[in-house]
């Protein structure tokens, strides 16, 4: 059975930083191409970062150079750091392999002052 289970969300304020951390189980994860996703309640789920196994990323322009994707393929779990956070992050974070209809519970992020 897929599963993912996000954890790490929580209040910060503007110019702070997060870690979200993603634990994946029922994937062979050392060759999934695993992404983060977000959502703000009534828009659409929004793309990014995805890390491709043997390292590559990719960012969404709103988050390049603030948020870094990684991932521990010993223990099957996917990392977000997101540093310079500003309130436009608040969201629902979620983390997914590449395609699948699976998705976690998500962690919630919300940066105010």
């Known amino acids: 059975q897929v599963q993912f289970v996000e954890s790490g969300g929580g209040l910060v304020q503007p110019g702070g930083s997060l870690r979200l951390s993603c634990a994946a189980s029922?994937?062979?994860?050392?060759?999934?191409?695993m992404t983060w996703h977000r959502q703000v309640p009534g828009q659409a789920r929004e793309w990014v970062a995805t890390m491709f196994p043997g390292g590559a990323t990719f960012y969404d322009d709103s988050v390049k150079g603030r948020f870094t994707i990684s991932r521990n393929d010993a223990n099957g779990t996917l990392y977000l750091q997101m540093n310079s956070l500003k309130p436009e992050d608040k969201a629902m974070y979620y983390c997914q392999e590449g395609g699948s209809p699976t998705w976690g519970q998500g962690t919630q992020v919300t940066v105010s002052s």
């Open positions: 029922g994937i062979s994860f050392d060759e999934a191409i």
